[in-house]
C-alpha cells in the first residue's frame, strides 16, 4: 500500500467557495434527480442516489432542497438528461475530461467546444485523453476522523488500494466497481465519509509553469461555470513556487 504521489496539483479538490455555492447546489440536485429517477427513490435501496445525497450534504445543501431534487424524479415534466463524457487537449499539451448530464446534448457540446477554442485548446473524440487516466473510487475524510495510520489501518481493512493524507484530510483510494463495497466497511470504522465519488486520475502529470497553468485554470472555472458540467479532471501539476505564486 505504497503513499500516493503526493504531486502539488491545482485540481480544486473542494470547489470554489460561496461565490458559485448556488451553481454547486444546481449540480448536485441534478445528480440526486437522475439518480432517483434512474433507481429507485429510497437511498437505502439505490447506492447511486444514496452517494449523491451523501455528498450533497457534505457541501452543506439544505434537506429542503434534498428532498426536493428527490420528488423531481417522479414528476411528468422532469426533463431527461443524459450522462456525457468530453475530452480535449489544453494549453501545453494537457488532458482534460469533462463530465456532463445535459438535456440537449449539442448545446453542450458546442459550449464545451466552445471554452476549449477561446483558451487555445482542442476537443478530442471520446478516448482521446481517457486512456492516460484511471477510472476509480475515491473517498475523502476529514482530519478529525483519526491520524494516519488509524485511516490507514481501515483502508487496508476496508479492500482500498491506496490512501493519502495532508492537511485537507484523507483521501482513500479503491477500484471503481469496489466503491460501494469499500465506503461501506469505511464507514463502519471511520463513520461516514465526506464524499464517496468515481474520479479520473492521472496515470502521469504533466508540469507547466505559470502562465500555462494560469490559462488551464481559466478554461477549467469557464467549464464549471456551465450548468451541464458536473466534474472536470485534467493532468497537469505545478511546482511549490509556481503554486505559491498562484495562491498569492
Known sequence: MAGHSQFKNIMHRKGRQDSVRSKMFSKLAREITVAAKAGLPDPTMNARLRLAIQNAKAQSMPKDNIDRAIKKASGADTENYDE??????????????????????????????????????????????????????????????????????AAIEAGADD??????????????????????????????????KAIWRAQNNVPVDEERAQSLLKLIDSL?????????YSNFEVSEEVLAKLSA
Not at 109 to 138: M, P
Not at 224 to 232: K, L, M, S, T
Open 84 to 153: 456525457v463524457r468530453y475530452e480535449g487537449y489544453g494549453p501545453g499539451g494537457t488532458a482534460i475530461i469533462v463530465e456532463a448530464l445535459t438535456d440537449n446534448r449539442n448545446r453542450t457540446a458546442s459550449n464545451v467546444r466552445s471554452v476549449f477554442t477561446k483558451a487555445g485548446g482542442a476537443l478530442g473524440e471520446t478516448g482521446s485523453v481517457s486512456f492516460s487516466f484511471d477510472h476509480v473510487g475515491e473517498i475523502t475524510y476529514k482530519l478529525s476522523a483519526g491520524d494516519a495510520d488509524k485511516v490507514m489501518e
Open 163 to 196: 490512501v493519502e493524507t495532508d492537511e485537507d484530510g484523507h483521501y482513500i483510494t479503491t477500484g471503481f466497481e469496489a466503491l460501494g463495497e469499500v465506503a461501506k466497511a469505511l464507514e463502519a470504522s471511520l463513520g461516514e465519509a465526506e464524499t464517496v
Open 224 to 232: 464549471e461555470d456551465d450548468d451541464d458540467v458536473q466534474n472536470v
